[in-house]
């Protein structure tokens, strides 16, 4: 079953530093988003990317976060000075549908600032 | 601000019995809702979405949306152990396709 895959699954940082999360959607999906959970929290929405380019992002996703595709397969999230309060898990998902929620999630990379 | 609401504490039921979970929203222009199951510490996976009023039954679960009064359901038929989880409510909101998460009702199914 073709399914989101995330790397690393738990990366240790000291505040300050830069941070590359990486995912890998489902083949034929269009539309990806990160999403984080901090935790005991809600699950929030970060950014939504299609066609290369931003479609959408929160109050969350400010300057310190960027998204790319590098190539046909990967989705990074980086974060380029890491503050304790960004210590989350970080959940990428994939949708082959813009209009819908039915997004399929990957495992999650669990970010913890220090 | 636009908020998904799910106030009930943990939920504990008994195998076999049925498991009922309430999720409120305030965007009354919201359209499109969803639960979704997360087991401890791994990732939401969908289980069901209902986009008109009514019910909407998948195998043991039922899904009932009322948007006049702005809330969707979760039962769970036949509970089973494995069904153990959070319960994550998410509705789409208007004029972008981002979900909005409730912060889920915990579900324990004692065997």
């Known amino acids: 079953e073709p399914e989101v895959t995330q790397t690393p699954s738990h990366q240790v940082t000291q505040m300050g530093q830069e941070v590359i999360l990486r995912c890998v959607p489902i083949?034929?999906?269009?539309?990806f988003y990160w999403y984080r959970q901090i935790l005991g929290q809600k699950v929030e929405f970060l950014v939504s990317?299609?066609?290369?380019?931003?479609?959408?992002k929160s109050e969350i996703f400010d300057d310190q976060f960027s998204v790319e595709r590098p190539d046909g397969s990967n989705f990074t999230l980086k974060i380029r000075s890491t503050k304790l309060e960004d210590s989350a898990m970080y959940f990428c998902?994939?949708?082959?549908?813009?209009?819908?929620?039915?997004?399929?999630f990957g495992e999650g990379s669990r970010l913890t600032v220090l | 601000q636009k908020e998904v609401e799910q106030n009930s504490g943990p939920l504990s039921v008994p195998e076999g019995a049925i498991a009922s979970l309430n999720c409120t929203y305030s965007?009354?222009?919201?359209?499109?809702f969803f639960w979704y199951r997360q087991y401890s510490g791994k990732s939401p996976e969908l289980i069901m979405s209902?986009?008109?009023?009514g019910d909407k039954e998948d195998g043991r679960f039922t899904a009932q949306l009322n948007k006049a009064s702005q809330y969707v359901s979760l039962l769970i038929r036949d509970s089973q152990p494995s069904d153990s989880a959070t319960y994550l409510c998410?509705?789409?909101?208007?004029?972008?396709?981002?979900?909005?998460f409730g912060k889920g009702n915990q579900v324990v199914v004692i065997p």
């Open positions: 998902a994939s949708s082959d549908t813009r209009v819908t929620g039915e997004l399929f």
């Open positions: 083949s034929n999906h269009l539309y």
């Open positions: 990317f299609y066609n290369n380019e931003i479609s959408e």
């Open positions: 965007d009354r222009v919201s359209q499109s």
């Open positions: 209902i986009y008109s009023n």
């Open positions: 998410a509705v789409t909101q208007s004029g972008n396709n981002r979900l909005a």
